[in-house]
């Protein structure tokens, strides 16, 4: 007997939550944003918005179905399953927070505070869900294919991400490296730089974007289901053993970015989530690109 579908759930604790969290009660969370010029009332009323906006979603649950909550913290630690349909409750980012952990479960986007978020991604209301869960197991509501960007290190060590992937020292720092696009021409160049940044499209409504704009607007920005990235050096540093003529560029599918650690560390992390980075060795190379895999996101 097959098993019935499951709703995977997922939310991030509030604002309002971690506050009471730090310092105990509300009152005294209270007391602290006040003496920063802030005021718990506003901080409160968003927290029972989401609140209300999950169990609006948990009841629009077929009774017959399964349903799971997984916190933000834990998606690491979380096991997806192909008979899942994914319903995130909150912002735009945690769209791209789960994207990586998915393998083509339909994913609904579910905007707890309308007005406060883009909606690029969390497109649809609490209310919707009842018509929008059926729909998302059949079929018959339209879905949009989002590119990925994934690393793959020489060791088989794997990272995905929705929006852009972030390569460069712990902490920051100066990494060291050498750069290479495999295209015609095969240029390679050492480099010290703040890292290195690989986004897709959908990353073109954020960090990519800042940085793309930084740099004069070139060159244009992927669509969400292009299969092609952008990435930019960032912070380039020039000496007698590092060169700056590689620090920006296209990376159309099949084609990949190649990086040969050249420092004791690097780290390679995506969209945002530092505390699950995939990390690299002296002499260790990674290849970045288009994944083969998409975010299935229902429109």
């Given at each position: 007997m097959s098993l019935a579908p499951r709703v995977v759930l997922v939310h991030r604790i509030t604002e309002?939550?971690?506050?009471?969290?730090?310092?105990g009660t509300h009152g005294q969370a209270a007391f602290f944003l006040s003496s920063r010029g802030r005021d718990i009332g506003e901080v409160a009323e968003?927290?029972?918005?989401?609140?209300?906006?999950?169990?609006?979603?948990?009841?629009?649950v077929p009774l017959t179905w399964r349903q799971n909550r997984v916190e933000r913290s834990d998606l690491d630690r979380f096991l997806f399953?192909?008979?899942?349909?994914?319903?995130?409750?909150?912002?735009?980012?945690?769209?791209?927070?789960?994207?990586?952990?998915?393998?083509?479960?339909?994913?609904?986007?579910?905007?707890?505070d309308p007005g406060r978020n883009p909606g690029v991604l969390v497109r649809h209301r609490p209310r919707d869900a009842?018509?929008?869960?059926?729909?998302?197991?059949?079929?018959s509501t339209g879905v949009e294919e989002l590119t990925m960007v994934e690393a793959v290190a020489d060791d088989t060590q794997?990272?995905?991400?929705?929006?852009?992937?972030?390569?460069?020292?712990?902490?920051?720092?100066?990494?060291?490296?050498?750069?290479?696009?495999?295209?015609?021409?095969?240029?390679?160049?050492?480099?010290?730089?703040?890292?290195?940044l690989v986004g897709t499209g959908t990353g073109a409504t954020g960090w990519i974007r800042s940085v793309w704009q930084e740099r004069g607007g070139a060159p244009p920005?992927?669509?969400?289901?292009?299969?092609?990235l952008l990435w930019f050096v960032r912070e380039a540093w020039p000496s007698p053993a590092t060169g700056t003529s590689l620090v920006a560029g296209e990376v159309p599918a099949p084609t990949s970015l190649r990086?040969?650690?050249?420092?004791?560390?690097?780290?390679?992390?995506?969209?945002?989530?530092?505390?699950?980075?995939?990390?690299?060795?002296?002499?260790?190379?990674?290849?970045?690109?288009?994944?083969?895999?998409?975010?299935?996101?229902?429109?």
């Open positions: 309002y939550e971690e506050l009471v969290a730090r310092h968003r927290h029972h918005r989401t609140r209300r906006a999950l169990a609006e979603v948990t009841s629009a399953t192909p008979e899942d349909v994914v319903v995130v409750v909150g912002q735009d980012g945690l769209v791209a927070n789960v994207a990586k952990y998915l393998a083509g479960q339909p994913v609904v986007g579910i905007d707890a009842a018509a929008l869960l059926p729909a998302a197991l059949e079929g794997r990272l995905v991400a929705l929006n852009e992937i972030y390569l460069g020292a712990p902490g920051h720092q100066t990494a060291r490296y050498r750069l290479c696009l495999d295209d015609d021409r095969g240029v390679v160049e050492a480099q010290a730089s703040s890292g290195v920005l992927p669509g969400p289901t292009e299969d092609r990086l040969t650690v050249e420092s004791e560390r690097l780290v390679a992390f995506g969209d945002g989530m530092e505390q699950d980075a995939v990390e690299l060795t002296w002499g260790q190379t990674v290849r970045v690109g288009v994944c083969a895999e998409r975010l299935r996101l229902v429109g």
